[in-house]
């Protein structure tokens, strides 16, 4: 018996092998003009049911049935090269390079056993996790220049997380350049997600307009990400002819807000989003739906690529893209550090003349001045509060200085307990009571790892009290 079911077994996979090869030869025989005209049918259907332009759907129809009147496609004996060639013909019509035909791949018998099943959800995940959303490498090169090497836009349920940790590593540079020239496309909303990084304003991206429903769908910068934004950073975007569809759309984004400069080749030249749709068992079609409007330009780039304003060879690329990011980087510190320098001179200004009870909403106005040009941070903020209390010797700018730290910083324990100790320093025993009070409170909502340190500092700030 075990021997009869061992025969069973290679019987099977004999037959599976043998139905493979007969579909495999099947596929590769001459094609019939009765099997042509059908595709050529079906094809013009799905055009015409479906493309984002009605009209150059039946000039492309036409078009296809006068070759095959002709004798055309009478040259192509199997699905592959019939499908290149109606790939060439409706391009040449509608010059629309998302539009291509495919020959499918044979179906093949697989094994279903739960060895099976798992191998190739484990190989699933591996190409998942190789691919990394897209996010090949990130580095900082010389001159504090941030570097991304961007392979697809993956959808935000795969890409958000990955993105964000990818943005905050060059958070601390002062030029970046996304590497678009090996990237593909994918997501529009990865676009829109990525580009809101570099605006602060709230800005039209792109539209897109699907022809089904005749529906316009807008793409607006948006309010947060997951990370600082980087607004005034100045960007660079590698372009190659590999630049393809929403890579292109994000390069074209940044290029017409006057966002980056764009450096490399002209891009590939795909603007209108669709789907892949079956025309028989052997061949499938990807039809766009829709078509980019840009908020700008009113029109894309569709046949004619994203041009970019410093064109070089391939070769030459990185190198130049990575000149222009130095420069741009020195030209950037030297602005900011100025600003930086005026901003602090403001600041030190009104501390040297601080008038108790009238200076204080000054100090805090000039805090926030260097809090939102990225001058000083909660933490800097803090030092130089006890900085005028222990260098200088003057606890009372001190204590106007950390009032404003918890006012710009309403969500810290610690700004909140800075200020109490500053209050009990200078004799303000209830409200610096109160205010040690307040940290407890947001250290046990935040779950604070200093919530002892601010508890012990409350109790003894009440024993002082209760001792007055």
């Not at 990130?138 to 990818?166: H, P, Q, S, W």
């Not at 130089?384 to 260098?391: A, F, N, P, V």
């Not at 009032?403 to 309403?410: H, S, V």
Request: with cysteine.
């Amino acid at each position: 018996m075990k021997k009869m079911k061992i025969n069973s077994q290679i019987f099977v996979l004999f037959i599976a092998v043998f139905i493979n090869v007969s579909l495999a030869k099947a596929q590769n025989n001459s094609l019939t003009n009765d099997y042509k005209e059908n595709v050529i049918q079906s094809l013009s259907q799905l055009m015409n049911e479906y493309y984002v332009f009605p009209e150059v759907a039946k000039l492309t129809e036409q078009h296809l049935k006068t070759q095959m009147q002709d004798g055309y496609f009478d040259q192509f004996k199997n699905n592959e090269t019939f499908a290149a060639a109606l790939t060439k013909s409706v391009q040449a019509i509608n010059k629309d390079k998302h539009m291509r035909i495919r020959s499918n791949q044979p179906y093949m018998i697989s094994e279903t056993s739960q060895e099976s099943m798992i191998d190739q959800h484990i190989a699933r995940m591996d190409r998942s996790r190789e691919a990394n959303a897209g996010f090949k490498t990130v580095k900082i090169l010389e001159g504090n220049v941030g570097y991304l090497d961007l392979r697809g836009f993956a959808g935000m349920e795969t890409g958000k997380d990955i993105a964000d940790a990818y943005m905050k590593l060059m958070l601390r540079t002062d030029a970046i350049i996304i590497d678009l020239s090996k990237n593909g496309g994918g997501s529009p909303r990865m676009v829109q997600y990525l580009c809101s990084y570099f605006f602060n304003q709230k800005l039209l991206l792109n539209s897109l307009y699907w022809r089904e429903g005749n529906t316009t769908e807008e793409f607006w910068t948006l309010d947060s990400v997951g990370g600082l934004k980087m607004n005034d950073v100045p960007l660079f975007i590698m372009t190659s002819e590999r630049t393809f569809s929403a890579a292109e759309e994000f390069s074209y984004n940044m290029q017409t807000q006057k966002r980056a400069t764009l450096v490399g080749q002209t891009t590939g030249g795909g603007a209108n989003p669709g789907r892949s749709m079956r025309i028989n068992a052997n061949l499938s079609v990807f039809i766009p739906t829709g078509k980019a409007i840009n908020p700008v330009t009113k029109t894309n780039w569709e046949g004619v690529g994203v041009i970019p304003e410093v064109a070089t060879t391939v070769e030459e690329t990185y190198d130049k893209t990575l000149d222009l990011a130095q420069k741009a980087a020195e030209a950037y510190r030297t602005k900011r550090n100025e600003k930086f320098n005026q901003l602090f001179t403001d600041l030190s200004n009104q501390l040297e003349h601080y008038i108790v009870g009238k200076t204080d909403d000054i100090i805090l106005v000039r805090l926030k001045k260097c809090q939102e040009a990225k001058l000083f941070n909660e933490g800097d903020i803090n030092n130089l509060g006890y900085d005028y209390l222990q260098t200088n010797k003057k606890p009372k700018i001190a204590e106007s200085i950390l009032r404003a730290n918890t006012i710009l910083y309403p969500n810290s324990a610690n700004t909140f307990d800075s200020y109490a100790e500053l209050l009990m320093i200078n004799g303000d025993l209830e409200a610096s009571v109160k205010n040690y009070q307040h940290a407890v409170a947001i250290a046990i909502t935040t779950k604070d790892r200093n919530l002892e340190l601010f508890q012990k500092n409350l109790e003894i700030a009440k024993q002082k009290l209760k001792q007055e």
